[in-house]
């Protein structure tokens, strides 16, 4: 049974940081891309960032260029998002997802590319 559990997220004032955490059980972790997701009260789950399977490739939403940055130890079976300088448009409830395949080596860039969700942690920003 593949799990995903997210941990890290917190209150903190504009200009802070946060280091969200995302353990993944069940199945081989170092054959395929994860993904981190943010929704905001009222709006649509949104991508935030995604990395390739050994970390060599990142990519991420343009409202988070330069102040976020994904990373993974295959290790640890863990992947994490650090969140600098944030904003209180970053306040959302934010979601780690593995794709359905374990083996594909493929690194999803929107929502239906993934299968297993997380629980969500709430990243709450103020002014």
């Known amino acids: 049974q593949v799990q995903v559990a997210e941990s890290g997220g917190g209150s903190v004032q504009a200009g802070g940081s946060l280091r969200l955490s995302c353990v993944v059980s069940?199945?081989?972790?170092?054959?395929?891309?994860m993904g981190w997701f943010r929704q905001a009260p009222g709006k649509e789950r949104a991508f935030v960032a995604a990395?390739?399977?050994?970390?060599?490739?990142?990519f991420y939403a343009d409202s988070v260029k330069g102040r976020f940055t994904i990373f993974r130890d295959n290790d640890k079976d863990t992947v994490y998002l650090q969140m600098n300088s944030l904003k209180p448009e970053d306040t959302a409830v934010y979601y780690c997802?593995?794709?359905?395949?374990?083996?594909?080596?493929?690194?999803?860039?929107?929502?239906?590319?993934?299968?297993?969700w997380g629980q969500g942690t709430q990243v709450t920003v103020s002014s």
């Open positions: 069940g199945r081989k972790f170092n054959t395929y891309g």
């Open positions: 997802a593995a794709p359905p395949g374990s083996s594909d080596y493929y690194t999803g860039l929107t929502a239906e590319d993934y299968h297993y």
């Open positions: 990395i390739s399977w050994n970390g060599g490739d990142t």
